[in-house]
């Protein structure tokens, strides 16, 4: 079985705190994402990568940076939390083939800032 | 612009009843479309792509290229189907896989 890791399932952190998120695959997938899920408004994409040291933007990229050392670690990183940050965040990965559509979630950080 | 609209929030069934669950898409090119669920305290995880023509835990959904549009149908709702159900769009070039996400459905199916 695919298993996608997020390290933190609860954090509650202050306004300007420097938040990170941790995200690992062990599935040798090339493709990693980060989304975060709101009530009334789905899943919005922040950024996502597609190999080691790559990135590119999403959606909603704003207020967020990621980083990928590792092929199998994908981080989500806030440089200063806001309160509207506030949010469930889905890290999800998936092979590099096209028409596959299979992402594989991560069972959810769920961050609270204060 | 790519997007993926489903129009109800919530839809509430009794066991025994069928079920529609709505979405349609905007999408200038041939679309590749998916239907997500996540059960209570679940991961999200993949039902079912239109690729495959599949009928999965007795749920099917066709492609209407005309009407933009891709259903979820199940003919008979168990009261386990009740969960948030998202349809989803492939858009990114290549092999990204880079999904866009519907809102969301929650299926509420009562004994």
């Known amino acids: 079985d695919v298993k996608v890791t997020q390290s933190s399932r609860y954090l509650v952190k202050r306004t300007g705190e420097k938040v990170f998120l941790e995200c690992v695959q062990d599935?040798?997938?090339?493709?990693m994402f980060w989304y975060r899920q709101d009530p009334g408004l789905g899943l919005r994409l922040i950024y996502f990568s597609y190999d080691v040291k790559m990135k590119e933007k999403g959606d909603i990229p704003e207020g967020y940076s990621v980083s990928r050392e590792k092929k199998e670690r994908f981080s989500l990183i806030l440089e200063s939390a806001s309160t509207n940050q506030t949010s469930m965040y889905l890290c999800?990965?998936?092979?590099?083939?096209?028409?596959?559509?299979?992402?594989?979630f991560g069972e959810g950080s769920r961050l609270t800032v204060l | 612009a790519q997007r993926v609209t489903q129009p109800e929030k919530l839809l509430s069934v009794f066991k025994g009843a069928p079920v529609e669950l709505k979405c349609n898409y905007s999408?200038?090119?041939?679309?590749?479309l998916f239907w997500y669920v996540q059960y209570s305290r679940q991961r999200l995880q993949l039902l079912l792509r239109h690729i495959s023509r599949e009928s999965i835990k007795g749920f099917t959904a066709d492609l209407n290229k005309g009407e933009t549009s891709f259903h979820l149908k199940k003919p008979f709702a168990q009261e386990e189907d009740s969960a948030m159900y998202y349809c989803?769009?492939?858009?990114?070039?290549?092999?990204?896989?880079?999904?866009?996400f519907g809102a969301g459905t929650r299926l509420a199916v009562h004994p």
């Open positions: 989803a769009l492939c858009g990114g070039p290549g092999g990204y896989n880079k999904l866009i």
């Open positions: 599935m040798d997938h090339e493709n």
């Open positions: 999800a990965s998936s092979l590099y083939h096209r028409g596959t559509g299979e992402l594989f």
């Open positions: 999408y200038s090119g041939s679309p590749e």
